[in-house]
């Protein structure tokens, strides 16, 4: 079992940046994909970023080049850094993971592990 806890969402003016972050617990996740998912009212929850038990990473159009992912495995904990925020970034942040790597995996149904989520508001 593996349980996951988002922090370090808030509110930032267009231009800004923050960091997200993850804490795993109750389970190694070395072998695991881990990736952040993003939902904003009335939308489809849609994938963000992927990191691979060996640090290959991927990222969604919408935020390649302004956004970050990366793990800390002796912390247990993923990150997301999020630079030049735009109003359409917000929505509500969630780790997912499950085992093995992150190939072909950009559905939520391709994740067992979630956490409850973080709100990123950013203003014009």
């Known amino acids: 079992q593996v349980q996951l806890a988002e922090s370090g969402g808030g509110s930032v003016q267009a231009g800004g940046s923050l960091q997200l972050s993850c804490a795993v617990s109750g389970n190694t996740y070395s072998k695991f994909c881990m990736a952040w998912f993003r939902q904003a009212p009335g939308r489809q929850r849609e994938v963000v970023a992927a990191?691979?038990?060996?640090?290959?990473?991927s990222y969604s159009e919408s935020v390649q080049g302004r956004f970050t992912i990366s793990k800390d495995s002796a912390k247990n904990r993923l990150y997301l850094r999020m630079d030049s925020l735009k109003p359409d970034d917000t929505s509500m942040y969630y780790c997912?993971?499950?085992?093995?790597?992150?190939?072909?995996?950009?559905?939520?149904?391709?994740?067992?592990?979630w956490g409850r989520g973080t709100q990123v508001t950013v203003s014009s």
């Open positions: 990191i691979d038990p060996d640090d290959g990473r």
């Open positions: 997912a993971a499950s085992p093995g790597d992150c190939l072909g995996r950009s559905e939520p149904t391709d994740y067992i592990y």
